[in-house]
């Protein structure tokens, strides 16, 4: 069985993120709004909401919808030589998932992986959990945080198949 320490952000965003006077420093997306104030941004009191209260909802479509799909797969083929199929397009109900499924798909026992530290701890425990060996490439106050290029290059090996500084694949 896969052990993985606990993500301590998350269980200290559990314990403190909606307790008043705690400044969230740890947050990774936007704000939530509610259905009347996103139907608000529009400015048109009469528009349509965003939901189609009529429509059942069911399971869905595993990989997507279809449509959704297909406007990724348009969007992301706007300015390349050759289009992205839409049978390529995966959505994910958020970064987590994509994430696990990119490690599953492409890191094993004997990888090396090499990530960026501080950072969300899914991407380094994950790998390290599949069997991978990982470095952490340690962002340093005195450089302000801003990574060093020659101290990745010393981090790399032969065996090296995924790095996040935001994603990049070694290939042999």
């Not at 995966?90 to 501080?118: E, M, R, S």
Request: aromatic share 6%; hydrophobic share 40%; glycine share 6%.
């Amino acid at each position: 069985m896969v052990k993985i320490d606990p993500f301590e952000v998350e269980q200290w965003m559990d314990r403190l993120e909606t307790t008043p006077g705690v400044l969230n420093i740890a947050e990774t997306c936007a704000a939530s709004v509610s259905i009347d104030e996103l139907t608000s941004l529009c400015g048109d009191t009469n528009a349509p909401g965003p939901l189609d209260l009529s429509k059942k909802m069911t399971y869905g479509a595993i990989r997507g919808s279809d449509t959704l799909r297909q406007n990724v797969a348009r969007l992301l083929s706007k300015n390349a030589s050759t289009p992205l199929p839409s049978e390529n397009v995966v959505a994910t109900q958020g970064a987590i998932l994509a994430n696990f499924l990119l490690f599953y798909t492409l890191v094993g026992p004997g990888d090396h992986v090499v990530c960026v530290y501080p950072t969300y701890q899914q991407l380094y425990a994950v790998p390290g959990s599949l069997g991978a060996d990982v470095s952490l490439w340690k962002l340093k106050k005195e450089n302000n945080y801003v990574p060093d290029i020659s101290e990745l290059e010393g981090l790399v090996k032969s065996n090296t198949k995924v790095g996040r500084a935001r994603m990049f694949v070694v290939r042999e």
